[in-house]
T-cell receptor
Framework: GAVVSQHPSWVICKSGTSVKIECRSLDFQATTMFWYRQFPKQSLMLMATSNEGSKATYEQGVEKDKFLINHASLTLSTLTVTSAHPEDSSFYIC???????????FGPGTRLLVL | KQEVTQIPAALSVPEGENLVLNCSFTDSAIYNLQWFRQDPGKGLTSLLLIQSSQREQTSGRLNASLDKSSGRSTLYIAASQPGDSATYLCAVRRGGGADGLTFGKGTHLIIQP
């Protein structure tokens, strides 16, 4: 099946720093990638949707200037959490779908802890 | 706005029992519904995907049904095993292509050996 990787798997950073998370589709071309966030004991919430070569579409309540998304190629999307604060500590997970768009394949997630 | 509810929030049963997990959604205009498994601190494993035109899907000991008009889906697990212990997530998709998923909070399942 289709494989999606994320890097890093976990990161600890100081408040005010920026953190970049990579999401890669390893064996297929991902025309669309999605970024989700999961707080403890909460459901996964869609943050944004990105299509290769175009600007991301953010869900209501998600600050586009804080969560920068780049989808520069058909196999790579990045999420940069700028000036991270403790309330940004969460589990970030990406998914990707190919040209058919039927199924989203999820990465293993990145756990972010901001001190 | 679509809302997905999963009942129960947690379930603990002895090994070998058959069990049913429930999922309901408020907007019946969905493209498909998917059940996932999430292990602690890990990503998601897709279990079953049901298209809006389908009524059920089966994979091994798992069977998922969909009643789109009433906004309900159930995941049936037969002959449960300790390895089935995980959080089970239900998610619906409004459309294909660029539409993301709306998730429920999940059912935390423990199968006692």
């Amino acid at each position: 099946g289709a494989v999606v990787s994320q890097h890093p798997s976990w990161v600890i950073c100081k408040s005010g720093t920026s953190v970049k998370i990579e999401c890669r589709s390893l064996d297929f071309q991902a025309t669309t990638m999605f970024w989700y966030r999961q707080f403890p004991k909460q459901s996964l919430m869609l943050m944004a949707t990105s299509n290769e070569g175009s600007k991301a579409t953010y869900e209501q309540g998600v600050e586009k200037d804080k969560f920068l998304i780049n989808h520069a190629s058909l196999t790579l999307s990045t999420l940069t959490v700028t000036s991270a604060h403790p309330e940004d500590s969460s589990f970030y997970i990406c998914s990707a779908s190919g040209t058919g768009g039927e199924t989203q394949y999820f990465g293993p997630g990145t756990r972010l802890l901001v001190l | 706005k679509q809302e997905v509810t999963q009942i129960p929030a947690a379930l603990s049963v002895p090994e070998g029992e058959n069990l049913v997990l429930n999922c309901s959604f408020t907007d019946s205009a969905i493209y498909n519904l998917q059940w996932f498994r999430q292990d602690p601190g890990k990503g998601l494993t897709s279990l079953l995907l049901i298209q809006s035109s389908q009524r059920e899907q089966t994979s091994g000991r798992l069977n998922a049904s969909l009643d789109k008009s009433s906004g309900r889906s159930t995941l049936y697990i037969a002959a449960s095993q300790p390895g089935d212990s995980a959080t089970y997530l239900c998610a619906v998709r409004r459309g294909g292509g660029a539409d993301g998923l709306t998730f429920g909070k999940g059912t935390h399942l423990i199968i006692q050996p």
